[in-house]
């Protein structure tokens, strides 16, 4: 074989064999606590999830993820002076593969609370992080909002507090192991009473967005600041986004939250005088810009509760949370043919007699004991959303129906057939030498 057909048939075999390498889907994550002021939050952090960022559903089927040890607290759901509160939980999906959470852990208190999992359901080093020493004059800590800093590379929590009986201002520590934490430092202040700070990367204007609830004037609003770097400094003459002021949501508001979900900024909020939450997004290229804002929450699926904030993170690390995974029959954290062949083996068939789990892993995906019609159709729905949420889908095409298709009749690819093509002309070549 001369060198130069044996270097073809090699690069063919490395295109089939080596697919372009693509960024790993993300899912959208909704976390927040439940009661009113001021003992809510004793029930534990809620959390639902979303491949979208507008349609979300129930994790750990509604119940609270997270509880925090009763040992906190005297046991009293009427004592707002313990720290066994769950109030406006942060979460951050860090570098080393770990869920950090952060919340307010009382009404009156020098803490905030702190705990990782790797999976949002396992939480494990739990502390109560003391902020302040006993000689500062402190009513309040909190709604600490944790960010990670690539460019630092460490942990940013950034807090609420009320030094010496005045304004709410934004502090902020650091760390790089929740294990050692930097001093509090004066974070961000204009003026008037502000708390309620959310980060976001703005990789495309090369800055930082600082989504935050603004009390100046009495009102109560969300604003967003802008700024170089993650440690300011913040601008503080942007206009109203949602809120008391602004054109798309005229309620009260607290606890934003800011993503960037495909190609646009998503800002969730907590309209808490009225007892909704609400989302609101916008397109243009300066996020700032606060008339190309609109109101979505009509069109979305959102929680119940108070004080939210929705976080990222790969679909391969929520997987078990989202509700397409009750297809993963087999229980690979993937969906393929292989579990439409173990759900066509249970279909329409007695599971009577067995556990609602091993019913489960039989096609039982609406949980009444049955592999019938509803959970084909669940099934389908769910293939095609895993598909479409792992960017694996061709453009108006029906996954699941393809999949069908392919059992029935294999077909090459275009890339498997120009292989073929090559490997012809090969040898149609050693014949003519």
Request: with cysteine; proline share 4%; aromatic share 12%.
């Amino acid at each position: 074989m001369s060198t130069s057909r044996f270097w073809i048939l090699g690069l063919a075999l490395f295109v089939l064999a080596a697919p372009a390498a693509q960024a790993e889907p993300m899912g959208y994550v909704f976390s927040y606590f439940q009661g009113g002021w001021p003992v809510g939050g004793h029930s534990g952090v809620f959390m639902q999830s979303s491949i979208d960022g507008l349609q979300f559903s129930d994790m750990n089927n509604g119940d609270a993820v997270y509880v925090p040890p009763s040992s906190w607290g005297d046991g009293s759901n009427t004592n707002t002076n313990d720290e066994d509160q769950a109030r406006d939980p942060s979460v951050v999906y860090g570098p080393d593969g770990l869920f950090h959470m952060v919340w307010t852990s009382g009404i009156t208190t020098r803490t905030i609370g702190y705990a990782s999992s790797p999976d949002l359901v396992n939480w494990s080093n739990e502390q109560l992080i003391e902020i302040w020493d006993q000689s500062t004059v402190v009513n309040h800590t909190w709604a600490p909002e944790v960010f990670y800093d690539e460019a630092n590379a460490n942990y940013q929590i950034i807090f609420a507090s009320d030094l010496d009986n005045g304004d709410h201002k934004l502090y902020s520590i650091t760390t790089t192991d929740f294990a050692n934490y930097s001093d509090p430092s004066l974070y961000y202040y204009n003026g008037a009473t502000v708390i309620d700070a959310m980060i976001a990367h703005d990789a495309e204007n090369g800055q930082y967005l600082m989504a935050i609830k603004d009390e100046q004037n009495g009102q109560k609003n969300i604003r967003l600041a802008t700024s170089s770097t993650a440690q300011g400094p913040w601008t503080t003459d942007n206009p109203i986004i949602v809120g008391p002021g602004s054109a798309i949501e005229g309620n009260a508001t607290e606890g934003p939250s800011l993503l960037r979900v495909d190609d646009r900024w998503l800002m969730y909020y907590d309209a808490y005088g009225a007892g909704y939450f609400g989302v609101a997004a916008t397109t243009d290229a300066d996020p700032t810009n606060a008339s190309s804002w609109v109101n979505l929450t009509s069109e979305a699926n959102l929680p119940s509760g108070h004080h939210g904030t929705v976080f990222a993170a790969p679909i391969s690390a929520i997987f078990d949370s989202l509700a397409f995974s009750a297809a993963d029959l087999i229980d690979d954290d993937q969906i393929d043919v292989q579990d439409w062949l173990a759900f066509q083996e249970y279909h329409l068939t007695d599971l009577s007699g067995l556990t609602a789990a091993e019913q489960a892993a039989r096609g039982d995906l609406n949980g009444d004991g049955l592999n019938d019609q509803s959970d084909f159709r669940l099934f389908k729905s769910y293939y095609n959303d895993y598909y479409q949420a792992m960017d694996l889908a061709t453009a108006g095409q029906d996954s699941f129906a393809a999949m069908l298709d392919s059992l029935a009749v294999p077909e090459p690819t275009s890339t498997l057939l120009a292989l073929f093509g090559l490997a012809a002309a090969y040898v149609c070549g050693r014949r003519l030498l």
